[in-house]
């Protein structure tokens, strides 16, 4: 296994803090958030700005793994669906300068009153063509399980449709897939493993009230020794990225206090 962490974590740090502080800690590489909002990287970028920043995280031996973007393509409006298409394309040319192995996507929450049934061609439609253009240029997208994608016989169908072993596959958060509470995380592993093309890794727990807290690895309710030991029978080689969600949730402690403890807790767990 290698590990990285998203960007989401530090959305303080300029680009050469993070890409100093991933060397230091021990990261193999870094999840980079794309997002018009320009933290840490615009879906604008020219792909001269694009090589500029691989660069940078190269010349400290943390390459960017994935380009962290924010498309979805669950829409019953065609131009939504058209207007996302377009995203991505402009998120593979940024992958491709920049070397970067992935790009993480959507597939979006399902419309109100609509079924999988009734979406899964509408995305699967829309991604196909993008993931066969990825694959030309050595980049597979990967599809997180979020929302309303969490189960493994919907995601599989999805795989099977897009068709592109290797413009398309799997980012596996075990943790949006355990509190879907769909299925057993043994389950959803077993079925998804031969298209997962890295995992995303937070820890926490569901409050009183139904709100998910976070907390640092190990200290939550997710049953992580047992998930990386899985991983480690099954010789797994991909990324296990630390989501830290601080963009999101400015209270949650600093990156510089959990992105070395990730480190070390990983390290630990996987034996």
């Given at each position: 296994?290698?590990?990285?962490?998203?960007?989401?974590?530090?959305?303080?740090?300029?680009?050469?803090?993070?890409?100093?502080?991933?060397?230091?800690?021990?990261?193999?590489?870094?999840?980079?958030?794309?997002?018009?909002?320009?933290?840490?990287?615009?879906?604008?970028?020219?792909?001269?700005?694009?090589?500029?920043?691989?660069?940078?995280?190269?010349?400290?031996?943390?390459?960017?793994?994935?380009?962290?973007?924010?498309?979805?393509?669950?829409?019953?409006?065609?131009?939504?669906?058209?207007?996302?298409?377009?995203?991505?394309?402009?998120?593979?040319?940024?992958?491709?300068?920049?070397?970067?192995?992935?790009?993480?996507?959507?597939?979006?929450?399902?419309p109100d009153g609509t079924t999988h049934a009734q979406m899964i061609d509408v995305v699967a439609d829309a991604l196909r063509p993008l993931a066969r253009e990825a694959a030309t240029k050595g980049v597979t997208i990967g599809m997180e399980t979020h929302d309303d994608w969490c189960a493994s016989h919907v995601s599989l169908q999805l795989v099977e449709k897009i068709r592109s072993r290797k413009g398309f596959g799997i980012i596996y958060d075990v943790c949006n897939c355990l509190y879907a509470g769909i299925e057993p995380w043994r389950t959803t592993y077993r079925k998804l493993k031969p298209h997962i093309l890295y995992c995303h890794v937070k820890d926490g727990w569901r409050d009183a009230a139904g709100t998910f807290q976070y907390a640092a690895l190990g200290a939550g309710d997710q049953p992580w020794r047992e998930v990386l030991q899985a991983l480690k029978k099954d010789r797994f080689k991909g990324f296990l990225s630390f989501e830290w969600e601080r963009k999101w949730h400015p209270e949650l402690e600093p990156p510089e206090r959990v992105f070395p403890q990730y480190v070390h807790k990983v390290r630990s767990l996987w034996g």
């Open positions: 296994m290698k590990l990285s962490f998203t960007t989401l974590g530090c959305p303080e740090w300029t680009l050469e803090q993070i890409a100093t502080n991933a060397r230091s800690n021990g990261y193999d590489g870094v999840e980079l958030r794309t997002h018009a909002d320009g933290n840490h990287l615009s879906p604008d970028a020219s792909p001269d700005e694009a090589r500029r920043v691989a660069d940078l995280f190269r010349a400290h031996g943390v390459p960017v793994m994935s380009v962290m973007g924010y498309t979805k393509f669950a829409f019953l409006d065609p131009a939504e669906v058209q207007r996302n298409q377009e995203l991505m394309r402009k998120l593979i040319a940024i992958a491709a300068a920049m070397g970067a192995r992935y790009i993480r996507t959507f597939a979006g929450k399902l």
